[in-house]
């Protein structure tokens, strides 16, 4: 991309003497615009950044496992029973993927068990979702948990 | 005149932009990629991001016009490269929703720099590929010689390995693929290697073929080009995890699959740059 004005600062004085920039005026050939220091520097600045977050993590936290926490957020009537949102936050250093998440209902007649699985929670993270149940969740006894993940 | 050429490096980064979406759009949409931002060890993301630095700066120095390599010159043009590759990834990726305001920073920023090293390719390669400007015979290559040209092939095995590498589909295919399947899918790499690169050729190739045919060519490009298909398969399966705890016969299975667009890529990166 700076080899747009870079063969221009070339071809410029090729063209007028028809030899080789490097015979023509070298100083013609220095002149580097303002933007290309702009754009360089902005680039270094970027890739210092980023190569500095990825080695902090790579050298200076020693990951801790998932350690999968839920919570009800709410419950919602539907046209077939209730729904409880939850989010499923993982408060440890290490993604967790296929997290199932289990909620049993207790208190409203018989017991129910719901469970809903989440494809992916990264690190220090949480998702949304929700696990539906024939009885009033706030009528009962409400139990949550994350039964397991994969490592991905 | 300050301002006509700052003017002209605005196109050229504009030009850079487009390049840049060009190559990594593939990627900046494919889910695996911006899972494997998070899920990649960090240390294999890291050399990645550090192993590119170097291989942009060949890219720029192969890729450039100049006959004489101005180290100034590529190093600017690497970083310009990185600073188009990370600015684009961040955006899109913004825009797809796949880097949120409420994820980690380490999160958002192994996305982004998973998907900003072939952005950076194509920034390079599209400065290049869309100058317009008749430019004298190609020196640079030339005076590149052999391992110049081994070291073009090594980018396009590596762009599109990396590309293919992240996606589900290697694991499959290597698992429904019979053996003799498998040794077709090598033959067939091999073959297509050799044909591309003997027929569609490498500059200065004419006197190549000249001095020694097909077999020559077979001995020189050919063979060594699938060494580096298979080489750079095998980096790509390793950085992304695809052969932690994988049998030797399983890891073997996946890098001949990926080694096929990595030997298209290999052939065809003459093209490019």
């Not at chain 1, 520097?41 to 977050?53: E, Q």
């Not at chain 1, 979702?129 to 009033?136: H, P, R, V």
Request: hydrophobic share 50%.
């Amino acid at each position: 991309m700076a080899r747009g004005p870079a063969k221009k600062r070339q071809t410029r004085p090729r063209a007028a003497a028809g030899r080789p920039a490097s015979a023509a005026g070298p100083k013609k050939a220095r002149t580097r615009p303002a933007l290309e220091w702009a754009a360089a520097l902005l680039g270094a600045g970027l890739t210092a950044l980023v190569l500095s977050v990825i080695a902090a993590q790579a050298f200076l936290s020693d990951p801790s496992p998932p350690a999968l926490v839920v919570r009800a957020l709410g419950v919602a009537d539907t046209p077939q029973g209730f729904m409880v949102r939850v989010r499923v936050s993982n408060l440890g250093e290490r993604p967790a993927a296929g997290v199932t998440v289990e909620g049993t209902l207790a208190g409203t007649g018989e017991p129910e068990t719901s469970d809903v699985s989440f494809d992916y929670i990264a690190a220090q993270s949480s998702q949304e979702g929700g696990l539906a149940f024939t009885g009033d969740p706030r009528a009962g006894r409400l139990t949550l948990r994350a039964k397991g993940y994969v490592e991905p | 005149m300050a301002r006509s050429e700052n003017g002209a490096y605005a196109r050229a980064l504009a030009r850079g932009v487009g390049g840049a979406l060009l190559f990594s759009f593939p990627l900046l949409m494919t889910m695996e990629m911006w899972n494997l931002g998070v899920t990649m060890a960090p240390e294999r993301l890291l050399l990645m991001m550090v192993a590119s630095l170097p291989m942009l700066l060949g890219l720029s120095y192969f890729a450039g016009f100049e006959a004489t390599f101005r180290l100034t010159d590529e190093i600017l043009d690497a970083f310009a490269a990185l600073a188009i590759g990370l600015l684009l990834a961040t955006g899109m990726l913004a825009l797809f929703g796949a880097v949120r305001g409420d994820a980690t920073l380490a999160e958002n920023v192994g996305k982004i720099a998973i998907c900003a090293i072939p952005g950076a390719m194509g920034a390079l390669l599209a400065g290049k590929q869309f100058g317009g400007q008749v430019m004298e015979a190609p020196r640079p290559r030339e005076a590149a010689g052999y391992p110049g040209d081994l070291f073009i092939m090594m980018t396009g095995a590596v762009f599109l390995a990396f590309n293919v590498a992240p996606t589900e589909e290697v694991v499959l295919i290597a698992h429904q693929m019979a053996p003799f399947q498998s040794l077709g899918l090598a033959a067939l790499s091999i073959g297509l290697l050799h044909v591309i690169v003997y027929e569609l050729g490498f500059p200065g190739e004419d006197l190549r073929r000249g001095s020694g045919g097909s077999a020559r060519v077979f001995a020189i490009f050919t063979g060594p080009g699938y060494g580096i298909a298979l080489a750079m398969s095998a980096y790509a399966l390793w950085s992304f995890g695809r052969l932690d705890g994988v049998a030797l016969s399983e890891a073997a299975g996946m890098i001949l699959v990926l080694a096929f667009p990595a030997a298209l890529g290999c052939a065809t990166a003459r093209l490019v740059v």
